[in-house]
């Protein structure tokens, strides 16, 4: 049942067939799929037509109207109601898509007709109401991990549009203009859930990178300023870490990538460049670098991206005592250390019998010799070591050869 309001009451019209109320303004429509078939329920009213502005004949045993397409009011007791306008649904003109890929945008062209719903006013002007339609599509988004597409949907609020202007697409999709989806389902059509026409995009043009580096992580406690995760982004930068640090950089490309160009810089000094998907590479010295990637085609290219890489410089710390007790807290002779490339230390007894050696700088001695505890008092060290900027050299001093020796304290306390 669909109530219309007129000036002074409520004019109930009951459809015979499947109607949709729609509203244009302070117009209302009545949208049927098939005949027009209207009957009023209230007594005696006067049926008129707003084209010819002359009354219906009734058929007062049925008190049934079969109209035509066009605008009419009732007049009851003298007074009128509201026009109202009716219609039979008839599928949209034939529509034709032209998608023109561009590096920044893909703009869509339609053309033909949609037939929207034209009426004349009482007054004598002329409205047209525009026929719904929405746009859909996919998009490639970037989760984190991978691409994936992203449904899109655009919706027009007058109608449908000559022209538009579709960001970039970098992965193939299909393009479809729907009609009138919602009105399709009031009334009932199981055809299709629109009137559509569609549009398969396979011709990429557009190019998108996704940088991502992987390091193999440092994981040592005893390890100053050191990466513990393993994979990156932007969020590396900043902040400086122990070396040597192995990278993996992916540059995670969309479909349409074709060529790769990455450069690696040391501050201003270019390091190498290749061009492959993905790169791998050990830091070393201590610096600031940035790796940078761009991708391109035939067509399209990308500003480059970049990731920022800072590597300490070496340092190496020595304590003067460790307490072997199973407390977990200072347990073994351990350095603090950072950007260490090779290390050796070797620990003597007060007679000078070499009791322990180790070459990882992340290890230590645990207070044991041949599996038992040795005693408390002073030992002797001595270690070699070079740091990842050995050879270099600043205001004159040699950085990154350390060799050091003296006495450590193993005391045990009580448990």
């Known amino acids: 049942m669909i ?6 009451y409520a004019l ?3 459809s015979i067939s499947s109607a949709c109320e729609l509203h244009n303004g302070k117009d209302t429509l009545l949208i049927f799929d098939g005949d027009i078939d209207l009957r009023s329920n209230i007594g005696e009213v006067l049926w008129y037509s707003i084209e010819t502005g002359e009354p219906l004949e009734t058929q007062p045993s049925e008190e049934q109207y079969r109209l035509d397409d066009g605008g009419y009011y009732v007049v ?3 007074v009128e109601s509201s026009p109202f306008y009716v219609f039979r649904y008839t599928e949209p003109g034939t529509l034709t898509l032209t998608l023109t890929p561009d590096c920044g945008a893909t703009p869509l062209t339609v053309q033909g ?3 929207p719903y034209t009426y004349k006013r009482k007054n004598g002007t002329t409205a047209t109401f525009p026929r719904a339609c929405a746009l859909y599509y996919n998009e490639l988004t970037w989760t984190g991990e991978q691409w994936e597409d992203s449904a899109v949907v655009l919706e027009p609020k007058e109608g449908l549009q000559p022209y538009y202007n579709l960001p970039a697409l970098y992965g193939p999709t299909v393009v479809r203009l729907c009609v009138e989806s919602d009105l399709r389902a009031q009334l009932g059509r199981t055809d299709s859930a629109c009137y559509m026409t569609e549009l398969r995009l396979e011709d990429i043009k557009a190019v998108k990178q996704q940088l991502i580096a992987s390091a193999t992580p440092h994981d040592a406690k005893n390890e100053l300023e050191k990466l513990t995760e393993t994979k990156y982004t932007k969020q590396i930068e900043g902040n400086t870490y122990s070396g040597p640090l192995e990278f993996t950089f992916r540059s995670n490309p969309t479909p349409g990538v074709q060529f790769y160009q990455w450069t690696v810089y040391k501050a201003s000094e270019v390091l190498f460049t290749r061009k492959d998907k993905d790169i791998h590479y050990t830091f070393y010295e201590p ?3 940035r790796v940078e990637c761009s991708v391109n085609n035939a067509t399209c290219s990308t500003e480059p991206d970049d990731i920022k890489v800072n590597i300490s410089e070496s340092y190496l710390r020595v304590p003067n005592v460790f307490t072997p007790d199973g407390n977990g807290q200072n347990d073994e002779f351990r350095v603090s250390y950072r950007s260490i490339k090779s290390f050796h230390c070797e620990v003597y ?3 000078g019998k070499k009791v322990f050696q180790w070459d990882d700088p ?8 041949n599996g038992r505890a040795a005693a408390e008092g002073a030992y002797y060290y001595v270690i070699r070591a070079l740091g990842t900027d050995a050879g270099l050299s600043t205001d004159g001093a040699k950085l990154g050869i350390y060799n050091l020796s003296g006495d450590i304290n193993l005391l045990r306390g009580k448990k």
């Open 362 to 369: 992340a290890k230590g001695w645990d207070g044991t010799i």
């Open 12 to 14: 109930p019209i009951e």
């Open 113 to 115: 007709d949609t037939k």
């Open 3 to 8: 109530f219309l309001v007129a000036a002074a």
């Open 76 to 78: 009851k007791n003298g």
């Open 287 to 289: 610096g600031a670098y």
């Open 349 to 351: 007894n007060r007679w």
